[in-house]
């Protein structure tokens, strides 16, 4: 019996240390829809200028809650918090509000 526990041990303190092996980040890649527009991905600025320029933006973000915007001439068109977890991607799309009202939200 005292094998069998000890086994288990080993078996769940080896899964947790493979656990902490992996990158200690996520990934946000965001899709931008608008063009001559700043935007903040987790505290880092992206200027979009031209429309060529809509390639999504990856970021690679530490675990936790983060904050995607985007603004044109200091107007805000678009703001989400979003949850980065360790080793995972999400994705993003940032869209003008006014335009597109009913869009839904992005999903991890």
Known sequence: M???????????????????IG???GTAIVHVTES???V???????????PHDLSPI?????????ELTMTRSGRELYRE???????R?????AYDTARYPKA???HE
């Open 58 to 66: 990856v970021c690679k973000l530490p675990p936790g809650e983060h």
């Open 40 to 50: 903040s991905v987790g505290g880092r600025v992206f200027v979009v200028s031209q």
């Open 23 to 25: 990158p200690p980040h």
């Open 81 to 87: 918090t979003f949850t980065i977890h360790r080793d």
């Open 2 to 20: 005292r094998s069998v526990v000890a086994c288990v041990l080993g078996v769940s303190c080896l899964g947790w240390i493979v656990e902490l």
């Open 104 to 106: 839904t939200a992005s």
């Open 36 to 38: 001559a527009v700043e």
């Open 89 to 93: 991607g999400t994705v993003l799309t």
